[in-house]
């Protein structure tokens, strides 16, 4: 495969890599997207925010409008059902320094349908398209507008014409790319994303620009992915939480080298006591804590003792402080540790809980 041939551009926002860190909520902060760009990830996309919670000051607020200079390019996400406010908050987030503005149309959680944001757009084209126009309106002449979708409310063929609605709509209107989520918005996370849709639509898409999303646990599975779907990029999601390793992986294999070794011991140690350092900056202890209990609970799917590291962050991490004993037992790079497993099972399995 050309590495030429994957240099994704979102609008005027030039990427140069297919491989994207995902919008993961309850993860995807600062913090975790500035280890995702140490280890070479050359874009990233924060958590969904609620468009009403962007516009009022507050703790929550400052968090998701921090920005730091080696973050960019970066993208800011939003969700929300009124197409005025979802404008002015897209406004803020641009004013903040996001460098391309999404719109979450995928969320399946109940709470969120129910109030009329997220997935719920999926099965509401107008309203939809008129958040779509509204956004459009409001930040394009600084950043380009992108749009995030599953495949469909459900299989009815009616949820597969609203997509379309949607998605030619969406392009009409001037968005830059569609990221797509292969699985209905019905479907949550039973089940494999459907990547033969990916297909057809990329097919259908022509010139239009598509990221493909779902069951993306290891670098192989990317580059299959582009591979298979022609997608122009790929947003890894489940597969990078604990595992940043991933987009080097990714870099290796769509330029033809072999894959990097796994990460040892002590890489392993210096990327999470980092990561750990950075929210404990970024949150206070307390909440710093909570969070990182689980990316720690993902990073020891990289350890050659999964169970063993895994139970000590969960169970005996109380206070930052008491990191360090879980670094010194198990991370201790004079320790000869058995064979860093290569992801696959392990990986897998990890991504599976999610
Ligand atoms: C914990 C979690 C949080 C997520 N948060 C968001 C989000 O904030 N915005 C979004 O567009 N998608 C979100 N997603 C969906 C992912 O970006 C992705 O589309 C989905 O997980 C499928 O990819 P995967 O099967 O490779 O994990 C989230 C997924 C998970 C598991």
């Known amino acids: 495969m050309g590495y030429d041939h994957f240099m994704l551009t979102i609008g005027s926002v030039e990427i140069g890599s297919p491989f994207v860190?995902?919008?993961?909520?309850?993860?995807?902060?600062?913090?975790?997207?500035?280890?995702?760009?140490?280890?070479?990830?050359?874009?990233?996309?924060?958590?969904?925010?609620?468009?009403?919670?962007i516009m009022y000051p507050g703790k929550k607020n400052k968090r998701d409008?921090?920005?730091?200079?080696?973050?960019?390019?970066?993208?800011?996400?939003?969700?929300?059902?009124?197409?005025?406010v979802f404008a002015e908050a897209a406004d803020v987030m641009v004013r903040a320094g996001y460098d391309v503005m999404d719109i979450n149309f995928g969320c399946p959680v109940k709470k969120v349908l129910g109030r009329c944001r997220g997935g719920y757009m999926l099965g509401h084209p107008d309203e939809a398209l008129a958040i779509v126009r509204n956004v459009y309106g409001a930040v394009s002449d600084r950043v380009p507008v992108t749009v995030k979708m599953r495949r469909g409310m459900d299989d009815s063929p009616e949820a597969e014409r609203r997509f379309f609605e949607i998605f030619d709509g969406a392009f009409e209107i001037g968005v830059s790319a569609i990221t797509v989520h292969g699985r209905t918005v019905e479907q949550r996370y039973k089940g494999p994303s459907k990547w033969e849709f990916l297909s057809t639509l990329k097919k259908y898409a022509g010139d239009r620009v598509v990221l493909g999303s779902g069951d993306l646990f290891r670098a192989e599975d990317c580059i299959r992915m582009l591979e298979q779907t022609g997608v122009d990029g790929v947003t890894i999601a489940?597969?990078?939480i604990g595992n940043p390793w991933i987009f080097r992986e990714c870099e290796a294999l769509l330029a033809g080298r072999p894959k990097p070794d796994p990460p040892t011991i002590a890489e392993q140690r210096a990327v999470i006591?980092?990561?750990?350092e950075l929210a404990r900056e970024f949150f206070g202890d307390d909440r710093a804590t909570r969070i990182m209990r689980k990316h720690?609970?993902?990073?020891?799917?990289?350890?050659?003792?999964?169970?063993?590291?895994?139970?000590?962050?969960?169970?005996?991490?109380?206070?930052?402080?008491?990191?360090?004993?879980?670094?010194?037992?198990?991370?201790?790079?004079?320790?000869?540790?058995p064979a860093i497993p290569d992801d696959d099972a392990q990986l897998v399995a990890a991504g599976a809980e999610g």
């Open 65 to 84: 409008l921090a920005m730091t200079d080696d973050m960019h390019p970066v993208g800011g996400q939003l969700m929300g059902s009124d197409p005025d």
């Open 21 to 53: 860190q995902a919008a993961l909520s309850g993860y995807s902060d600062l913090p975790m997207r500035t280890i995702a760009k140490r280890l070479g990830c050359r874009f990233t996309l924060n958590e969904v925010v609620l468009d009403k919670f």
């Open 273 to 276: 006591a980092e990561h750990c």
């Open 238 to 240: 489940r597969g990078c």
């Open 296 to 337: 720690c609970i993902r990073y020891a799917s990289r350890h050659p003792s999964p169970k063993k590291v895994r139970r000590a962050f969960a169970e005996d991490v109380k206070t930052p402080k008491d990191w360090q004993n879980v670094f010194d037992h198990f991370y201790d790079s004079s320790v000869d540790y």
